[in-house]
């Protein structure tokens, strides 16, 4: 990837993993193909959960910011 494109965002990859799934439960792929999408699959899907808990601690992280902010007020 260069410097200048996006990554994918997580609805992106988690089609192109939906579509792979798709194709696999088809069962018309060759063995090699169907390694090749499995082992794709496996890393779209290890994609798509990091960027679920990078998202998850960014909100967690917003939570306690703002909780923090209501106690300086109240106090």
């Not at 200048?4 to 992106?12: D, L, M, N, Q």
């Not at 579509?19 to 082992?39: K, N, T, Y």
Request: proline letters at 3%; charged letters at 30%; aromatic letters at 2%.
């Amino acid at each position: 990837m260069s410097a200048h494109e996006k990554p994918h965002s997580f609805e992106s990859k988690l089609a192109e993993l939906e579509h792979l799934v798709r194709q696999m439960e088809q069962g018309s792929m060759p063995l090699d193909s169907s390694l090749d999408a499995f082992e794709k699959g496996v890393k779209l899907a290890k994609d798509c959960h990091q960027i679920l808990d990078s998202a998850s601690q960014k909100v967690t992280e917003i939570k306690q910011t703002g909780e923090q902010s209501d106690l300086e007020t109240d106090a």
